[in-house]
């Protein structure tokens, strides 16, 4: 689910990738059409939400992609989400 929101954003598709969120507006401005993910990796927090890490490579570099993720009565959601540009 985390990769299908970071695609629809980087084809430009916003009601799409808001329709992962449980709240909020999707705010990856470096997911564009020429962004590819790489790396995704998930762990339990042991509450019944998971951390989901992305790894996107960028035209203006390469980016951490953190997301909190839930099973809501409508499906798995993020619940959380931000971005950091690793040095």
Known sequence: MV??????????N???????????SPEEPFMRDDAHVGAIESS???????????DVHAKDGNYRVTCTV????????????FYVKPR
């Open 14 to 24: 916003v009601s799409q990738a808001r329709s992962y969120l449980a709240s909020g």
């Open 44 to 54: 339990s927090n042991g509450d019944g939400t998971y951390l989901v890490t992305a």
């Open 70 to 81: 839930a099973a809501l009565p409508q499906g798995m959601l993020i619940m959380d989400h």
């Open 3 to 12: 990769r299908a929101y970071l695609y629809a954003l980087a084809r430009g």
